[in-house]
């Protein structure tokens, strides 16, 4: 049975195995990310790469074929352990540069596992920093949360993240 770091461990050795060269950042997000899974949880993966296929179904196809290539994943799991789901959102770089609603938990919980370059480091630096500009907060209700992105909010008036 893995432990959580030895299954990313795991996870990370197959996606630069698959990518290779064109893989930019590699991030873990979620339950997973907070260090706080479930026995169902899923890993949900933020995979930066380069020259990736047009489409997300495109993309979920050729990380399948990565997935294919990854060793047998076992997770520890409070009462027991079991195979998990990956759950993966791939883009390239230029898309992340456009940002993501993604990222503003990614800001507070990401993992990043690889990172060419601080390329995604900076980018979340960027999205905490205008986040910190707008006053934004993270409000939580028992185990969930939601964001107040601008609690100076006027009626009529637009922000951009």
């Known amino acids: ?8 461990k ?15 950042s590699l991030a ?5 990310g907070r260090g706080t ?7 949900d993966l933020l995979i930066v790469a380069e020259n990736l296929p047009r489409g997300r179904i495109s993309r979920v196809r050729e990380f399948g074929t990565a997935e294919g290539t990854f060793k047998t994943l076992e997770m520890a799991r409070p009462g027991g352990r079991g195979q998990p789901d990956l759950s993966p959102v791939i883009k390239s ?13 990614m800001t ?7 990172d060419r370059a601080g390329f995604l480091l900076g980018l979340l630096q960027q999205f905490k920093e205008r986040l910190r500009a707008l006053g934004s907060k993270r409000i939580w209700k ?3 949360w939601y964001w107040d992105l601008k609690p100076d909010y006027k009626p009529g ?3 951009e993240l």
Do not use: H, W
Request: include cysteine; glycine fraction near 8%.
């Open 10 to 24: 795991n996870v990370l050795d197959s996606c630069i195995g698959f990518y290779g060269d064109r893989l930019v």
């Open 1 to 8: 049975m893995q432990d959580i770091e030895s299954t990313l």
């Open 37 to 43: 899974p479930r026995p169902d949880s899923d890993i």
């Open 142 to 144: 028992g185990s969930a």
């Open 157 to 159: 008036e637009v922000f």
């Open 108 to 114: 507070e919980d990401a993992t990043i596992l690889f």
């Open 93 to 105: 770089p230029e898309e992340a540069k456009m940002g993501s609603p993604l990222f503003l938990d």
């Open 28 to 32: 873990v997000f979620g339950s997973v």
